[in-house]
């Protein structure tokens, strides 16, 4: 069975049969798979506790699906192409097969260092080609990756190798962003100072910055490259997973302070990747395929690495960023590799849209066929900048909405067969079924509407539980509305029930398309000594679609606002890392709270945006002065 759905009577027909009979729909897709045993039974789910298992029985390793599958025909094709930060080093090309041996060769070095099945390995290393290598030797031996992307600080990364229990960190000595050089290695000792279970760590040579490695704890990445070589470089066969066997745990903002470990395991997350890259990219064979995310994120897992690789797909992984040496680099990149496809997020768009655009005049962009977005509701301007200088018109753009939690895409156009609207994820994809309710969780049937948005039975690709503490799961997703999985997200259904993401609804931020949770920073920034308690919440920014503004009640020792803002930036830094520094910081004697103490965020976000016609009902408030009060502050500090 073909996986591509080809017309919009397909996608409507197959639909159909998605949710008529969503057993027997996904079994034939995971027909396209390859299983050493297949499964007893495809589906045994309920949210109530919440318990999802899909092809219990089967037996498989996604590294066989990924990798060996494709050598026979297409150990030529490339299956990683890496472009690096500086445009003068050269590219890499990884083939298939030299992928494979790659992998098999660092997956012996793991064995070698103790990795066995189950075990839990930290990944911190910057956009190389090593990183695919050690996310794909760790599914390959049975080992749970937790890649931490490379911007969080040393306390994030401590935070979560404890969380997960892990025994091995792979880094590197260093990474290049731009123009800057990013100590990997001296932040991942930081953070073992209080990580007790870590026995190893294994550091790859990118940027030769001086590292210390300290004996009996870390050893280079190369040497032990070179010992499995003097082994005769022996293959390593892929470990036989449960279809639930979890593959990997990464970590995502909620709206507790604590981030948690969002859990995916191997059969499901499979079989959704591989579909959902197939059919909303059409991705057909010989295409260059470019996702310019990280591989810390979901999109990265997802979208570089097991999706496209699963259908044998050409994969540009990039290290560096957008706007350097210009902001005329993804550009470049298009041309110089004939790239077909090209996934990024808005906040990218705008960012080059605002540059200019004498860096994408004169271009040759006509290889690309297919565009995407992705991370956050893309505004209409960039939606057709976008459109028009880089597709030229000619190229659909599929609007992918989704969440770490998800695995893949749940509600977004298929390139070319579904129609597009400018910020609309349109349609949901085969199995998925989403649905619109109000805050009492009554259904909102019909077009033209808006609510909370739900889903309201399994797909393969969600997420199982979050590591180590299934309770949460339960209370974070299926306990606000019962019998569904809640995405935080509202969403407008319209008159032709097409599906726009309106952004969340809890206190999760999205920065530039990054998850922050609102109480994850006010933990950070009140750790800053001056800082007596702060409240923080998102406005509209321009190129990052989202800004952090802080509402910070700061003790009397502090004499120069200026410099206490610097502070307060440096321990947010430290804390989360730079992702999560707040953009604007206001000083203010109070904040608006309840009798019962409770922050009325509403005011507080309405302030933020500079919007204070009507800030509602303020006489429920413990002290309505300080509202006018934070007002004044707020107009000032705009200037
Ligand atoms: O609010 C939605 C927004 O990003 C959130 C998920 O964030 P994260 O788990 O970090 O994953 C980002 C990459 C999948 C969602 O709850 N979001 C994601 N995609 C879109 C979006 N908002 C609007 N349109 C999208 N296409």
């Known amino acids: 069975m073909d996986l591509q759905i080809k017309s919009f009577e397909d996608y409507q027909n197959t639909y159909q049969h998605s949710v008529e009979n969503p057993e027997a729909f996904w079994a034939g897709i995971a027909e396209n798979f390859y299983w050493r045993r297949k499964w007893n039974n495809v589906l045994d789910w309920n949210f109530k506790e919440p318990k999802i298992k899909w092809f219990e029985g089967a037996k498989l390793n996604i590294t066989e699906n990924c990798l060996d599958r494709h050598i026979y025909q297409h150990g030529d094709t490339p299956a990683i192409i890496w472009e690096p930060?500086?445009?003068?080093?050269?590219?890499?090309v990884l083939t298939y097969k030299q992928l494979l041996d790659k992998v098999e060769q660092f997956s012996n070095v793991l064995k070698n260092n103790g990795v066995r099945k189950g075990d839990r390995i930290c990944i911190y290393l910057p956009?190389?080609?090593?990183?695919?290598?050690?996310?794909?030797?760790?599914?390959?031996?049975?080992?749970?990756?937790?890649?931490?992307?490379?911007?969080?600080?040393?306390?994030?990364?401590?935070d979560r190798i404890?969380?997960?229990?892990?025994?091995?960190?792979?880094?590197?000595?260093?990474?290049?962003?731009?123009?800057?050089?990013i100590e990997l290695k001296s932040i991942?000792?930081?953070?073992?100072?209080?990580?007790?279970?870590?026995?190893?760590?294994?550091?790859?040579?990118?940027?030769?910055?001086p590292v210390s490695m300290i004996k009996g704890r870390d050893v280079w990445w190369e040497d032990e490259i070179k010992k499995v070589e003097t082994q005769g470089n022996p293959p390593c066969p892929a470990e036989e997973m449960d279809a639930e066997d979890m593959l990997f745990v990464l970590y995502t903002s909620g709206s507790t302070g604590k981030p948690k470990g969002v859990v995916h395991t191997c059969g499901g997350y499979m079989v959704y990747?591989?579909?959902?890259?197939?059919?909303?990219?059409?991705?057909?064979?010989?295409?260059?395929?470019?996702?310019?995310?990280?591989?810390?994120?979901?999109?990265?897992?997802?979208?570089?690495?097991?999706?496209?690789?699963?259908?044998?797909?050409?994969?540009?992984?990039?290290e560096g960023i957008p706007t350097w040496p210009d902001a005329g680099r993804l550009w470049d990149i298009v041309e110089k590799h004939h790239v077909n496809i090209l996934y990024t997020a808005p906040t990218a768009?705008?960012?080059?849209?605002a540059a200019g655009d004498s860096y994408v005049d004169?271009?040759?962009?006509?290889?690309?066929?297919?565009l995407g977005t992705v991370g956050e509701p893309i505004n209409e301007e960039a939606w057709h900048w976008y459109d028009q200088k880089i597709g030229h018109g000619k190229a659909p753009i599929v609007d992918t909405w989704?969440?770490?939690?998800?695995?893949?895409?749940?509600?977004?156009?298929?390139?070319?067969?579904?129609?597009?609207?400018?910020?609309?994820?349109?349609?949901?994809?085969?199995?998925?079924?989403?649905?619109?309710?109000?805050?009492?969780?009554?259904?909102?049937?019909?077009?033209?509407?808006?609510?909370?948005?739900?889903?309201?039975?399994?797909?393969?690709g969600m997420l199982r539980t979050t590591y180590g503490d299934h309770e949460r799961c339960r209370q974070t997703y299926f306990s606000a509305y019962e019998n569904l999985y809640f995405t935080g997200d509202g969403c407008l259904r319209d008159e032709n029930g097409y599906y726009r993401i309106t952004g969340r609804v809890d206190d999760v931020l999205n920065v530039s398309g990054h998850r922050i949770g609102t109480a994850e920073v006010e933990n950070a920034i009140n750790m800053h000594s001056d800082v007596i308690e702060s409240a923080v919440v998102g406005y509209p920014h321009a190129v990052k679609g989202q800004g952090i503004y802080a509402f910070v009640i700061a003790s009397q020792h502090h004499t120069d606002e200026e410099l206490t803002r610097l502070d307060i930036n440096k321990t947010v830094s430290r804390i989360i890392g730079a992702i999560a520094k707040p953009d604007k910081i206001q000083f203010v004697s109070g904040l608006p709270k309840t009798r019962s103490g409770k922050i009325m965020r509403r005011i507080l976000r309405k302030i933020a945006e500079g919007d204070t016609s009507n800030l509602g009902d303020t006489t429920t408030l413990l002290d309505p002065g300080v509202v006018d009060e934070i007002k004044e502050g707020a107009e000032k500090l705009r200037g």
Request: glycine share 10%.
């Open 273 to 318: 990747t591989g579909y959902t890259f197939t059919n909303a990219f059409q991705y057909q064979p010989g295409e260059v395929y470019f996702c310019t995310a990280d591989i810390g994120w979901i999109t990265g897992h997802s979208y570089i690495v097991y999706g496209p690789l699963s259908q044998g797909a050409t994969s540009l992984m990039f």
């Open 188 to 209: 991942v000792d930081d953070a073992l100072v209080q990580c007790k279970s870590v026995e190893r760590v294994i550091v790859l040579t990118r940027t030769r910055t």
């Open 85 to 92: 930060n500086d445009p003068n080093e050269a590219h890499r």
């Open 402 to 460: 989704w969440q770490t939690e998800t695995g893949g895409f749940l509600i977004s156009p298929i390139a070319g067969v579904t129609p597009t609207v400018p910020g609309y994820a349109m349609l949901p994809l085969p199995g998925v079924q989403p649905i619109l309710v109000d805050e009492n969780g009554k259904e909102i049937t019909g077009n033209d509407v808006s609510g909370n948005l739900c889903i309201k039975f399994p797909w393969p």
């Open 162 to 181: 404890n969380d997960a229990d892990c025994r091995l960190v792979i880094t590197s000595d260093g990474g290049f962003r731009g123009t800057k050089d």
């Open 362 to 370: 004169g271009k040759n962009l006509s290889s690309i066929t297919k």
């Open 127 to 158: 956009m190389v080609p090593e990183l695919v290598i050690a996310v794909l030797a760790c599914a390959r031996i049975g080992a749970i990756h937790s890649v931490v992307f490379g911007g969080f600080s040393a306390q994030s990364i401590a």
């Open 349 to 353: 768009i705008r960012s080059l849209m």
